[in-house]
C-alpha cells in the first residue's frame, strides 16, 4: 500500500474513531487516538534537561551493572528509564509501571524505545549482583550530596540537659542588643564554654516571643493547677512567653543567616517522613531482600536528584512532593515533528502553571548558561559541580570558589 493510501486509511480510520456526544453545551465530537504521543507529566522535560545537562543520568546508566545476552532483552535505558518514571510518578509498587506506558513523550526523551512492563522491570533487578548493584546505587547516593557537604554545618545542642547552657539563656535575656534572626525570630552572640570543652566557642541564642493564649501546667499536693498567659507584648502584658534555641558555631555569619540555617537544617528532617509518605520508600518490595534494597537505595537516590531541581525552581522554600510534583510535573505535553525538528507542547492543568512555567525556563537558562561556562574553562569544572555551588551559595550562603590564579608568563621581553 504507497503513502498516499495509507494517509487515506488513516484519515478514515480518524473519522469512524469520532462519536458524538450530547452535553449541556450542545452535541460536541469526541475522538479517540491511540497513537498519539501524549504525556500528562509534560513538564518533566525540563527534569530530564537537568538529569542531561548534569550528567547524572548518563553516569547512573553507564555504570549500572546490568546486562543481557539476548538480542531481545530491553536496554539498560529502558530499565531504568521505567524505574525512573514509575519512581517520579509517586508509585509504590510495581504493578503501578503500567500507569506509565502510555507516556508517548517522557520515555523518548530518555533514549528510551518503550516503557518496559512490571514483570521485565523486577527480572531486570533480579539480574543485578547483590554486592555491585549495592556498590553502584551507594556511590551514585554519595556523590548526589557529596559536593554539598563541604560547607560550614551548625550543632543543635538539646539546652534541657546542658544546666550552663541554661544559666547561659538566662544572662542573655536580661541583656539588650538582640537582632533580627528572620520569621519573628531575634538573636544575640554570645561564648560559652561546657565541660569536656578545650575553648570558648561562639554561642548564638535564639528567642521568639510567642503569641495568644497560653495555658501553664503544673501540680501542687496531687492536684492539677492551671494559670492562663496572655503572652502579647504589644499590648503592655507583664509575662512574655518565648521558645528559644541555641546555636554553637565556629562560623562568622550574621545571626540572620545562622538563623536561616538553623530553620533549613531543622525542615530537612522532615525528609524522612516524605520519603515514606510520598515516594513509597516502603514500597517496590519483592520476596528476596536484595532488590528490596535496590528499591530503597533508588528511590532515595531519585528523591535527592528531584529535590535538588526544585530547589533551582523554588529557591526560596523548600517544597515536598505533594506539591512540587504537580506544579514542576503536571500538564498535558503533545510531541509533535516537523522538517526534522521535534516540539513539545504543554498545556496546563493547574492554576500555578504560569509560576511554573517561569521558574523552569530559568532553571534551564541557568543549565545551558553552566555548560557554557565549564566549556570554557581552562580546568573544566562539571556543570553537576556548578549546580552545587549555586545551591550552596543560595542556600547556606557560602561564596563561589576562589578562582584559578594562572602563571605569568615570564618569558616575555626575554630573548
Not at 158 to 181: E, L, P
Not at 198 to 212: C, H, M, Q
Request: with cysteine; charged share 20%; aromatic share 8%.
Amino acid at each position: 500500500m504507497g503513502e498516499s493510501k495509507l494517509k487515506l486509511a488513516k484519515r478514515e480510520e480518524m473519522l469512524l474513531s469520532c462519536a458524538g456526544v450530547q452535553t449541556m453545551a450542545g452535541r460536541v465530537q469526541v475522538r479517540w487516538e491511540s497513537e498519539s504521543a501524549a504525556t500528562p507529566m509534560g513538564q518533566l522535560a525540563y527534569f530530564i534537561e537537568f538529569l542531561n545537562l548534569t550528567g547524572l543520568w548518563r553516569r547512573w546508566l553507564e555504570s549500572a551493572p546490568l546486562s543481557y545476552a539476548s538480542p531481545n532483552a530491553p536496554s539498560k535505558a529502558e530499565v531504568l528509564g521505567t524505574w525512573l518514571l514509575s519512581v517520579l510518578s509517586g508509585h509504590r509498587r510495581y504493578a503501578h509501571v503500567t500507569g506509565i506506558r502510555c507516556d508517548g513523550v517522557n520515555p523518548g526523551l530518555l533514549g528510551m524505545d518503550k516503557v518496559i512492563s512490571e514483570d521485565a522491570l523486577r527480572n531486570a533487578l533480579k539480574r543485578i549482583p547483590q554486592g555491585p548493584g549495592c556498590a553502584w546505587l551507594d556511590g551514585h547516593l554519595s556523590d548526589s550530596v557529596s559536593a554539598l557537604l563541604n560547607a560550614a554545618w551548625i550543632l543543635d545542642i538539646d539546652s534541657t540537659i546542658k544546666q550552663n547552657v541554661k544559666r547561659h539563656i538566662v544572662s542573655m535575656f536580661r541583656q539588650s542588643g538582640w537582632t533580627d534572626a528572620g520569621q519573628g525570630w531575634e538573636g544575640k552572640d554570645g561564648a560559652l564554654a561546657l565541660k569536656g570543652w578545650e575553648k570558648n566557642r561562639r554561642v548564638v541564642v535564639l528567642r521568639r516571643p510567642l503569641t495568644g493564649e497560653i495555658v501553664v501546667a503544673g501540680e501542687d499536693d496531687g492536684q492539677q493547677l492551671l494559670a492562663f498567659v496572655q503572652a502579647d507584648r504589644k499590648a503592655g502584658k507583664g509575662i512574655t512567653g518565648y521558645e528559644y534555641a541555641v546555636l554553637v558555631t565556629n562560623t562568622d555569619y550574621e545571626i540572620v543567616s545562622l538563623g536561616q540555617l538553623y530553620r533549613d537544617r531543622a525542615d530537612a528532617e522532615n525528609a524522612f517522613d516524605e520519603l515514606k509518605n510520598q515516594w513509597g520508600w516502603g514500597g517496590f518490595t519483592t520476596h528476596d531482600l536484595h532488590r528490596c534494597q535496590l528499591a530503597a537505595r533508588a528511590v532515595a537516590l531519585i528523591y535527592n536528584w528531584w529535590s535538588l531541581f526544585v530547589r533551582l525552581a523554588n529557591p526560596q522554600a523548600r517544597r515536598e512532593a505533594i506539591t512540587s510534583r504537580p506544579w514542576l510535573m503536571s500538564s498535558v505535553g503533545r510531541r509533535t515533528e516537523h522538517g526534522g525538528q521535534t516540539t513539545i507542547t504543554l498545556t496546563g492543568l493547574h492554576a500555578h502553571f504560569e509560576k511554573a512555567r517561569a521558574a523552569l525556563m530559568r532553571v534551564s537558562a541557568m543549565l545551558q548558561g553552566w555548560v557554557a561556562r565549564a566549556a570554557e574553562q581552562l580546568h573544566p569544572t562539571t556543570v553537576w559541580n556548578l549546580v552545587c555551588e549555586h545551591l550552596k551559595c543560595l542556600l547556606a550562603g557560602v561564596g563561589p570558589p576562589r578562582a584559578q590564579r594562572l602563571l605569568e608568563n615570564h618569558a616575555n621581553g626575554i630573548g
